[in-house]
């Protein structure tokens, strides 16, 4: 059982430059988010969606877009990337179509550096 | 907004009791959690409270909710120096899950 798979786990990008972060559960979850970590501030939320077709903003929504064709997929992407983006990334997901379902389980992380 | 605030640090012997704070923002949330970060991984669910709840207890874990001053708290009994990690807290507004700042938790022998 994969759980929450990201990928990459470590890219440098160039500012100007796009890419997208990828998140997968095999879990059946509906429920599925992104979150930014930086020192000091802790994890802020940047996209959710509560299934297939239905994204919302989060605290930190600007410069990235994110999709949820699928019930197992859901990308994040930076149209062009700025150094204020260098962060860790963690996708998410729950078994309800709430984050207020019950327990969030995290990928990895995604390591972004923005020069 | 607001945030939901803790402490950054937290240092203490191991064999003593742990208490980090969390001060919370939103009190319309049916849950709130407790999230244990530890190095170069993801965040796992530690324990949670119920809204209507004041105190739960798990094992070496005791959550305390004051919802009057939005305050909750989670102590570690007997800390270990496994328990060593970044603690975040998270209320649930809406249909969303926000943290808390997290805080580092050492313990030292």
């Known amino acids: 059982n994969a759980g929450v798979t990201q990928t990459p786990k470590f890219q440098v990008l160039k500012t100007g430059q796009s890419m997208t972060l990828q998140c997968a559960q095999d879990?059946?979850?509906?429920?599925m988010s992104w979150y930014r970590q930086d020192p000091g501030m802790g994890l802020r939320l940047i996209h959710y969606?509560?299934?297939?077709?239905?994204?919302d903003q989060g605290e930190v929504p600007n410069g990235y877009n994110v999709s949820r064709s699928t019930t197992e997929d859901f990308p994040l992407r930076l149209l062009s990337a700025a150094p204020s983006q260098t962060s860790v990334y963690f996708c998410?997901?729950?078994?309800?179509?709430?984050?207020?379902?019950?327990?969030?389980?995290f990928g990895e992380g995604s390591r972004l550096t923005v020069l | 907004g607001e945030d939901v605030e803790q402490s950054l640090f937290l240092s203490v012997r191991e064999g003593d009791s742990s208490v980090i704070n969390c001060t919370y923002t939103d009190s319309s949330s049916t849950y709130l959690y407790w999230y244990k970060q530890e190095p170069g991984a993801g965040l796992q669910l530690l324990t949670y409270i119920f809204s209507n709840m004041d105190m739960k207890q798990d094992q070496r874990l005791t959550v305390l909710l004051n919802k009057k001053d939005k305050h909750l708290s989670l102590r570690i009994a007997d800390t270990q120096t496994g328990d060593s990690a970044i603690y975040f807290c998270?209320?649930?507004?809406?249909?969303?899950?926000?943290f808390g700042t997290g805080t580092r938790l050492q313990v030292f022998p």
């Open positions: 998270a209320e649930t507004p809406d249909d969303k899950l926000i």
């Open positions: 969606s509560v299934g297939a077709g239905i994204t």
């Open positions: 879990m059946n979850h509906e429920y």
């Open positions: 998410a997901s729950s078994s309800g179509t709430s984050g207020d379902a019950g327990e969030l389980f």
